[in-house]
């Protein structure tokens, strides 16, 4: 008895709280709850544009996904998973200091094999200088005073959204090609 608009409140919020236990259950070595908890709050996010979402949560539930696999000796999904997360996020990076080895050197190898793929760019344009641009909900960076932001992409289908306060966001989806600087208008209205 969810209303639609509801809906993407409700899976949100019932996401949060399956990434949270997820977490919990990681920590205490129930990798098999972890693993059923953060596919039950993909699944529950899935219908819902990322940019609609907080802001990294497609990403952070990938990553944690990752991880569980990795821990559970499921090489293959979870580089799938982790693969997705990069997608989402092109500029993240794992961090030495926190990430568990075997993480580690997956993470390097898929890095490798995206930093040796054809890339292509993209010029965002806003005509409100200093708006947020977000690639599949996670900030890549703001307009410069001409309403310009230059985005370095690996080839691919990306969902950029434009945002700043007071202005309702504008979502895009786009296809970077290899080699091509390509143009895309992001004009958002009050």
Do not use: C
């Not at 997820?22 to 544009?49: C, K, M, N, Q, T």
Request: net charge negative.
């Amino acid at each position: 008895s969810v209303r639609p608009a509801e809906g993407l409140t409700v899976a949100a919020y019932n996401a949060q709280r399956w990434s949270d236990a997820a977490w919990v259950a990681f920590r205490g070595g129930e990798l098999e709850a972890a693993a059923d908890l953060v596919s039950d709050a993909l699944r529950l996010i899935e219908p819902y544009p990322a940019a609609r979402l907080s802001e990294g949560m497609v990403r952070d539930l990938h990553l944690l996904r990752a991880r569980v696999l990795i821990d559970l000796g499921r090489t293959e999904p979870a580089e799938a998973a982790l693969k997705a997360a990069m997608i989402l996020d092109p500029g993240w990076k794992a961090n030495s200091r926190w990430e568990r080895p075997e993480f580690l050197v997956l993470w390097g190898r898929l890095s490798d094999q995206r930093d040796r793929s054809p890339r292509g760019s993209m010029t965002v344009t806003l005509a409100e200088a200093g708006a947020t641009v977000l690639v599949y909900g996670v900030p890549q960076g703001t307009a410069d005073p001409k309403g310009h932001l230059e985005l370095d992409l690996p080839v691919g289908l990306y969902e950029l959204t434009g945002r700043k306060p007071g202005f309702a966001d504008r979502t895009e989806f786009v296809h970077v090609r290899p080699g091509v600087n390509d143009e895309l208008d992001l004009a958002l209205s009050v």
